[in-house]
């Protein structure tokens, strides 16, 4: 009987400390400023030595925003993310608004090994309207708006042990803060220099323009650099006269970058 007893406890402990094991593997979510109003969420994998790699079958997060501000999205990790908007007044929240981020993949995607600790891109998205004030920030799981209305908590279905079946369970932690590293961005920082270098000294002609697009400035430009409204870059010069008659029909965000490095951002339409 006493052997019996002993062979279980053993046996209890051992899930314990393999379930333990296995919690240590899991992810959780970071924000990756690209340029601009360019945004991506990356996937983190915990510090681990599992070399098995990562099968996801679907992911979700929430991205913060100041009080009407809007997203559009760029791409997403299996091309069919759903961006749903919240305003923050339906959850006592008025000075901020939201979207819910998920995405169920067709097919399972697979994400480097975690002991690889390499970070997986899961969603590039542009901030609307160039805000130069307030916070863009990923939700953490263990915050109040979280904990009141759990559906809006980070999650990721994925498949991380390597035993022969395809079993997807959570693997970010539901009770945690589930970011790490830049998880907020102050879009204030993207309008110090701006003050710098003002906006009445520059002058961008014609506009809008067909050819060629010229910088009017009594400030020396070392860069210039062309977005389209999806926040890739689509040209980079660093002279006064932008040739842009290759760039499609459309409105496009003009960064310039000074000498002493203040910058400021203006718009143009393409003919």
């Known amino acids: 009987m006493k052997k019996i007893t002993l062979i279980l406890v053993f046996t209890l402990l051992f899930a314990l400390f393999s379930n333990t094991a296995n919690a240590q593997d899991g992810y959780t979510y970071t924000l990756q400023h690209n340029n601009g109003y360019s945004f991506t969420v990356q996937a983190v994998p915990n510090a681990s030595a599992n070399n ?26 299996g091309g069919a993310a759903s961006a ?12 901020i608004d939201g979207y819910l981020i998920t995405e169920t993949l067709g097919s399972p995607a697979t994400l480097t090994a ?9 969603y590039t998205f542009v901030v ?7 916070e863009l920030k990923i939700l953490e799981n263990n915050s109040a708006l979280a904990n009141s209305v759990t559906p809006l908590k980070s999650f990721m279905q994925a498949d991380m042990v390597d035993d022969g079946s395809a079993q997807y ?23 110090i220099n701006d003050v710098e270098l003002l906006d009445t000294d520059v002058k961008i002609y014609p506009n809008p323009a067909s050819n060629i697009l010229n910088i009017q400035t009594n400030t020396m430009i070392t860069k210039v650099e062309i977005f389209n409204l999806l926040g890739k870059k689509v040209v980079q010069a660093n002279t ?7 760039l499609s ?5 003009m960064k310039l970058t000074s000498v002493e490095g203040a910058q400021i951002t203006k718009r143009f339409i393409k003919q």
């Open 52 to 77: 098995f790699a990562t099968s996801v079958q679907s992911y979700g997060f929430t991205i913060i925003l100041p009080d009407g501000v809007t997203i559009t999205t760029s791409s997403s990790l």
């Open 84 to 95: 749903t908007f919240f305003d923050g007044n339906n959850v006592s929240m008025p000075t």
């Open 114 to 122: 975690p002991s690889a600790g390499t970070n997986t891109d899961l």
């Open 128 to 134: 609307n309207g160039n805000p130069v004030n307030g």
């Open 169 to 191: 369970t959570n693997v970010v932690d539901p009770n945690a803060l589930a970011v790490s590293g830049m998880s907020t961005f102050n879009f204030a920082t993207l309008s």
């Open 240 to 246: 006064t006269e932008i040739n842009v008659s290759q």
């Open 249 to 253: 029909e459309g409105m496009y965000v």
